[in-house]
């Protein structure tokens, strides 16, 4: 039993982490325990399963040596400086108040001494469990036993003991709350070495007249066994000064200080300077060893910066290397076009001498004499070949075409010209009459209604064309451009095909003229997906392929998007830009009425709007999601030419 000799009073501390079991332990020990030597501390574990077996008997069981170093050791060193020896038991129960009952009625304990709950419980739910435990203690303690509640500024005493055996408490008082510290720090302080010492009376000497030898064995002890057990020696050996200055300072202040406590005095005081100066070199290292991490992590940072900037100028010097490969490669194909350009110019120069096509070839004279010397009056027009004249030559009226001189691919142009229209006769394409190859101009027939593109915006005020008309005009040139890509041994792309190169006759008979863009190309590879590459493409923007324009590569349905645009503006009479994403929305949304041409009133609204789908799927951006012009384009404009003339 935990008894002391002859009946002594027995005291039980009740510790736990929180801050109050701090002041419980050193208020009990300047209060309750006073000229007694011994104390016992008690924890208690609230799992339910014990790590050491099923259960640990109401006497509890000694502290692991890990719950020593985290719990115990900080009191034991405490109570050491007290002169106080410690017992320390470790309880389990899922019930604190319970467990600390039990144990008290086993050995007869005279005083309970526990801490108030924290501010911090007070706000959590472990307020309401440490009320209870209060409150449960209050009630089941025995008669004989006193129940101490401290705080951090004040005590409590909740329950007094009515046998005359058990040893007076002290009352609580102005002098006890006085004697309590406002901060118990039992942490690790570096700065708590300076105190007054003048004043300080030595508990030790009051309460059992031991010798400073014993004081010195005791503090060196515990200091030692808190070295090997807690870690850092100056933390530790701080924490027990500190704790043993503040319990000299508490003692009673009329006692009359003795030489030997004043011994005891200078000891401590000469043991705490060599601690100081230990501390100081402590301090002294962590700096260098601080300043010394701070340089290798500034080092570090350099080099990090350093090798990036290396990494970017290595990166930077293989952008300039490929630049410079590429500016070369440019530069090589820039003068390898040059040469082909030139050598290309030599071989149409020997051509246009050589040459002996089948038209009649007409003097400068002839051509200056019928267009009156280039009258502006005889101009009807303007191409991107050079201007046309109207003027008139073994006494028909004809259409002449002047090559400018300052265009690059005009005898280019001129030549394709004479030999697409001089070898090849169709209703539909425009006749070729003669040409005077040395100042490259070129003699057509006569087109009285001019363009089919004046004639749909209806230049100078010319009255609409009907949608029978229009249904016609499209079955002609669809004729006309399937004879281009039949031709043999090459087909023919067009290339330019739009209305400004489609014109009309008197009777609006449609044909198709300006041919200097077109191109043979290979017949095997006039199918869905076409290979023949062209390094530029060629023709008016709004009607060149996407494809081509994009790829280079040409086929037979270059012309076919080009004639979808064309169709488009048959039913609309408008511009082409952005024309296809207009037709399709009005599709879409069923409102393609009010997209014609409202110049005509009597649009048959299903066949037109049979033209419009086909029109759109004429300006697929893919080749191969386009129709063929023979097989699918044709008979569809036959079908609607039909329409009109019934």
């Known amino acids: 039993m935990d008894v002391g000799v002859g009946g002594a009073i027995t005291t039980v501390i009740a510790i736990d982490k929180d801050r109050n079991s701090q002041y419980a332990v050193k208020w009990a020990l300047e209060n309750v325990v006073n000229k007694i030597s011994h104390v016992t501390l008690i924890h208690v574990l609230t799992q339910t399963t014990s790590p050491h077996g099923d259960g640990i008997g109401m006497d509890g069981r000694s502290p692991t040596e890990g719950e020593m170093q985290q719990l115990f050791l900080p009191f034991r060193a405490f109570c050491a400086c007290k002169g106080v020896r410690t017992k320390e038991v470790v309880l389990e129960d899922t019930d604190v108040s319970n467990a600390l009952i039990v144990y008290i009625n086993t050995h007869a304990i005279n005083n309970l001494v526990v801490g108030s709950p924290t501010r911090i419980q007070a706000i959590t739910r472990a307020f309401k469990s440490s009320l209870n435990m209060i409150t449960s203690l209050q009630r089941a303690l025995p008669d004989t036993c006193n129940l101490y509640v401290v705080s951090k500024t004040k005590s409590h005493k909740i329950k007094s003991a009515n046998s005359a055996s058990v040893h007076k408490t002290l009352s609580v008082s102005a002098k006890t709350s006085e004697s309590v510290p406002e901060v118990v720090n039992l942490r690790c302080k570096s700065e708590s070495v300076s ?103 500034e080092i570090e940072q350099l080099m990090e910066i350093e090798k990036q900037k290396s990494k970017v100028a290595i990166e930077a010097a293989h952008i300039a290397q490929r630049l410079a490969e590429l500016e070369a490669l440019k530069r090589q194909k820039a003068e390898q076009k040059a040469e082909e350009e030139a050598e290309e110019r030599k071989k149409l120069t020997v051509t246009l001498t050589r040459c002996n096509f089948q038209y009649r070839k007409y003097t400068i004279e002839d051509i200056e004499i019928a267009t009156d010397y280039f009258s502006n009056s005889l101009k009807i027009g303007e191409g991107g070949y050079g201007p046309v004249f109207k003027g008139y030559l073994d006494h028909i009226t004809v259409a002449i075409k002047v090559l400018r001189p300052d265009i690059s691919q005009g005898p280019n142009q001129f030549q394709q010209e004479v030999e697409i229209l001089s070898c090849i006769r169709h209703p539909h394409m425009v006749l070729l009459l003669g040409a005077c190859p040395e100042y490259g101009c070129l003699v057509y027939e006569y087109m009285e209604n001019g363009s089919f593109e004046d004639r749909l915006l209806r230049k100078n005020n010319t009255p609409p064309i009907s949608w029978s008309l229009r249904f016609k005009i499209c079955c002609e040139i669809a004729t006309a451009l399937h004879f281009l890509h039949q031709t043999r041994p090459k087909p023919l792309v067009h290339r330019d095909i739009k209305p400004g190169n489609i014109l009309l006759d008197g009777n609006y008979v449609s044909k198709i003229s300006d041919v200097g863009l077109a191109r043979l190309i290979p017949p095997e590879m006039v199918d869905d997906v076409p290979q023949y590459h062209i390094t530029a493409a060629a023709g008016t923007f709004c009607y060149i392929d996407p494809e081509y324009q994009q790829s280079g590569v040409l086929g037979t349905k270059s012309d076919v998007y080009s004639f979808g645009v064309i169709l488009l503006q048959v039913i609309t009479a408008k511009r082409p830009m952005g024309l296809t994403h207009l037709v399709s929305r009005a599709v879409e949304e069923g409102s393609l009425v009010e997209v014609l041409d409202p110049d005509v009133t009597d649009w048959p609204v299903e066949d037109t709007l049979s033209l419009a789908k086909l029109a759109l799927q004429c300006c697929e951006l893919r080749k191969k999601d386009r129709p063929d012009l023979g097989s699918v384009i044709l008979p569809e404009l036959k079908r609607l030419r039909d329409l009109g003339d019934a």
């Open 195 to 297: 105190g007054t010492r003048g004043s300080r009376k030595s508990s030790m000497a009051k309460s059992s007249g031991r010798k400073l030898d014993f004081g010195e064995s005791m503090l060196t002890t515990r200091i030692d066994k808190a070295k090997s057990i807690s870690g850092p020696p100056v933390s530790n050996a701080d924490l027990y000064f500190d704790i043993l200055d503040k319990s000299q300072a508490s003692d009673d202040p009329g006692l009359s200080t003795s030489s030997q406590n004043a011994e005891i005095d200078d000891e401590i005081c000469r043991v705490k300077m060599e601690l100081k100066k230990s501390m100081d070199a402590y301090h002294s290292v962590c700096n260098e060893a601080r300043t010394a991490r701070l340089m290798a992590c």
